[in-house]
């Protein structure tokens, strides 16, 4: 009975979240002539972003509910240029690649679109053989925040923690993005530094970790593409 009760719950809390939904994402196409869309907003919502995330932020009406792997609520042609930063290595490939296509999809020609995501390659090169000081460093940092159960910082652990823990279900390198990004339909793609991009849109967005900069930015890589 009680179960039968927290489904019935459940479906009337997603009705009203798609209910919601709809007149978010009509208000904002309506208000707005240059249109951005964030994807997995988390505690990012930006200025004039259309931000959205899969879970439910009560109290928090700037946030449009959005499950990245399914199909996307907007019309073709509909956004300028797609954020996110933290959020495709929470989905499968397959998945992944899918929410790159929506993005191609509603994207107007010539949109850009800018991925942030943990570095699988740099994640591999904690165990170069003379590894560099950021790598020494961020290794201890790594061990200490966040593995249990072992007793000394070595790259083992810290890899493995990695790529089970936060619900990551796959860690891209620079060719496995740059990869999806062109089964997806786009072109030009180019890698970019934290906070640094030609188009002013893509600018200064990354927030992850900001009180880490330095191991967020060793840990994370940044493509850009364009939408012909």
Same mark, same amino acid.
């Given at each position: 009975?009680?179960?039968?009760?927290?489904?019935?719950?459940?479906?009337?809390?997603?009705?009203?979240?798609?209910?919601?939904?709809?007149?978010?994402?009509?208000?904002?196409?309506?208000? @707005?002539?240059?249109?951005? %869309?964030?994807?997995?907003?988390?505690? #990012?919502?930006?200025?004039?972003?259309?931000?959205?995330?899969?879970?439910?932020?009560?109290?928090?009406?700037? !946030?449009?509910?959005?499950?990245?792997?399914?199909?996307?609520?907007?019309?073709?042609?509909?956004?300028?240029? /797609?954020?996110?930063?933290?959020? !495709?290595?929470?989905?499968?490939?397959?998945?992944?690649?899918?929410?790159?296509?929506?993005? @191609?999809? !509603?994207?107007?020609?010539?949109?850009?679109?800018?991925?942030?995501?943990?570095?699988?390659? $740099?994640? !591999?090169? %904690?165990?170069?053989?003379?590894?560099?000081?950021?790598?020494? $460093?961020?290794?201890?940092?790594?061990?200490?925040?966040? /593995?249990?159960?072992?007793?000394?910082?070595?790259?083992?652990?810290? /890899? #493995?923690?990695?790529? $089970?823990?936060?619900?990551?279900?796959?860690?891209?390198?620079?060719?496995?993005?740059?990869?999806?990004?062109?089964? =997806?339909?786009? &072109? &030009?793609?180019?890698? $970019? =530094?934290?906070? &640094?991009?030609? &188009?002013?849109?893509?600018?200064?967005?990354?927030? @992850?970790?900001?009180? /880490?900069? +330095?191991?967020?930015?060793?840990?994370?890589?940044?493509? +850009?593409?364009?939408?012909?």
């Amino acid at each position: 009975m009680r179960a039968a009760a927290q489904r019935l719950s459940e479906r009337l809390r997603r009705t009203g979240r798609l209910a919601r939904r709809r007149k978010q994402i009509k208000a904002y196409l309506s208000d @707005h002539s240059v249109r951005k %869309l964030q994807l997995g907003t988390g505690d #990012n919502a930006l200025d004039g972003w259309l931000n959205t995330d899969i879970h439910d932020f009560t109290g928090r009406n700037e !946030i449009v509910y959005l499950d990245a792997r399914r199909p996307f609520p907007f019309p073709d042609n509909a956004f300028d240029v /797609v954020f996110s930063e933290h959020m !495709i290595e929470h989905i499968d490939y397959a998945d992944g690649v899918r929410c790159l296509r929506e993005c @191609h999809r !509603i994207l107007r020609p010539g949109g850009r679109i800018r991925i942030a995501t943990p570095s699988l390659e $740099r994640l !591999i090169r %904690l165990y170069d053989a003379e590894p560099t000081d950021l790598q020494r $460093r961020y290794l201890r940092w790594a061990f200490e925040s966040f /593995v249990e159960d072992a007793d000394a910082p070595l790259p083992g652990y810290v /890899v #493995n923690n990695f790529v $089970r823990a936060w619900g990551h279900r796959f860690i891209y390198d620079e060719q496995t993005l740059r990869r999806g990004l062109e089964a =997806a339909g786009f &072109d &030009d793609v180019e890698a $970019r =530094a934290l906070g &640094d991009s030609g &188009d002013e849109r893509l600018r200064g967005l990354e927030r @992850h970790m900001s009180d /880490v900069e +330095e191991f967020n930015a060793y840990e994370t890589i940044v493509l +850009e593409a364009r939408r012909p």
